[in-house]
């Protein structure tokens, strides 16, 4: 099921969202499936949680919507389903004028469901606080329409800036064999939901 087929979902984005992340063992479920696919029993054995309850989490996960079974394999017998979190291609400006409000919606919602549980299961395992580098921080600004368009601007040329020092860490690697590290990176800016007070802030300028 792809992130713009809304079709079979039984339930609104926002209520899938607050389900998968509503138990610690369904947001470590979906940090592991963000990764790639696996089996019920190879996701037990990397959260260290038994296999029952896993397979318990993933069969509820599939029918809400959160997560996607890719295949069933035959094994001695035996059915292996194996599973992964929602695949989501990357959207050009034009994919995204070309879908529903409701198709945006659940792109939308399952980006922030993934990045909330790989930020909850940072601070439950304690790496947040590992590194004295960890960056989190959220503020809402009063801009005009210019002011808005220069942050997403800001944010663009970030998220490009990011993805050439991966692949230039990448070649590095390459030649040294150095060990690689993961680092969670979340860029974003929206409208708020709520319309926030109104701030006069006075912007000292002073010459260079």
């Given at each position: 099921m792809q992130a713009g087929s809304i079709a079979k979902r039984k339930k609104r984005i926002g209520e899938v969202i607050a389900y998968a992340l509503g138990h610690r063992t369904r947001v470590l479920i979906l940090i592991v499936l963000n990764e790639g696919t696996y089996t019920p029993g190879q996701?037990?054995?990397?959260?260290?949680?038994?296999?029952?309850?896993?397979?318990?989490?993933?069969?509820?996960?599939?029918?809400?919507?959160?997560?996607?079974?890719?295949?069933?394999?035959?094994?001695?017998?035996?059915?292996?389903?194996?599973?992964?979190?929602?695949?989501?291609?990357?959207?050009?400006?034009?994919?995204?004028?070309?879908?529903?409000?409701?198709?945006?919606?659940?792109?939308?919602?399952?980006?922030?469901?993934?990045?909330?549980?790989?930020?909850?299961?940072?601070?439950?395992?304690?790496?947040?606080?590992?590194?004295?580098?960890?960056?989190?921080?959220?503020?809402?600004?009063?801009?005009?329409?210019?002011?808005?368009?220069?942050?997403?601007?800001?944010?663009?040329?970030?998220?490009?800036?990011v993805w050439k020092i991966e692949c230039d860490s990448m070649t590095r690697v390459a030649k040294t064999k150095a060990k690689t590290r993961s680092i969670l990176v979340a860029l974003g800016a929206f409208k708020r939901a709520k319309k926030g007070p109104t701030r006069h802030v006075t912007c000292e300028v002073t010459d260079s």
């Open positions: 996701v037990a054995g990397m959260i260290d949680e038994p296999v029952q309850s896993v397979s318990n989490h993933i069969r509820d996960m599939v029918a809400i919507g959160s997560i996607e079974l890719v295949k069933t394999v035959k094994r001695r017998n035996m059915e292996q389903h194996h599973y992964r979190a929602i695949e989501m291609p990357c959207y050009t400006e034009e994919d995204f004028a070309a879908m529903t409000p409701e198709q945006r919606d659940v792109t939308w919602g399952l980006i922030i469901q993934s990045m909330a549980a790989e930020m909850m299961a940072a601070l439950w395992q304690g790496t947040l606080r590992e590194n004295n580098k960890t960056i989190l921080s959220w503020r809402w600004h009063n801009v005009d329409a210019e002011g808005e368009l220069e942050i997403y601007a800001v944010l663009e040329e970030a998220w490009e800036r």
